[in-house]
């Protein structure tokens, strides 16, 4: 299974619901607080290709992108079998 990593905010409502489809399907994930860390966040969205706002989702090393990416590519059946690649 790819490892899921989401970096969120403490204020952020798509955080709170990305963080929710993902628990609800069972999927692990790594959270990575950048509320008060610039330095977390500037290098996730370097990492992001320059994508500035949070939740920013990676499985494995590919962004997936915020909440409406996530539960789009769970919508459409994608979700569970890019992260059992």
Known sequence: ????TIYTTNYCP???RAKQLLTSLNIAYTEVDVTEDSAA?????AKAGG?????MIFIGEEFIGGYDDLAKLHATGGLL???EE
């Open 14 to 16: 798509y955080c709170v």
């Open 41 to 45: 966040r500037d290098a996730a969205s």
């Open 81 to 83: 079998s890019k992260v």
């Open 51 to 55: 994508y500035m706002t949070v939740p």
């Open 1 to 4: 299974m790819k490892k899921v």
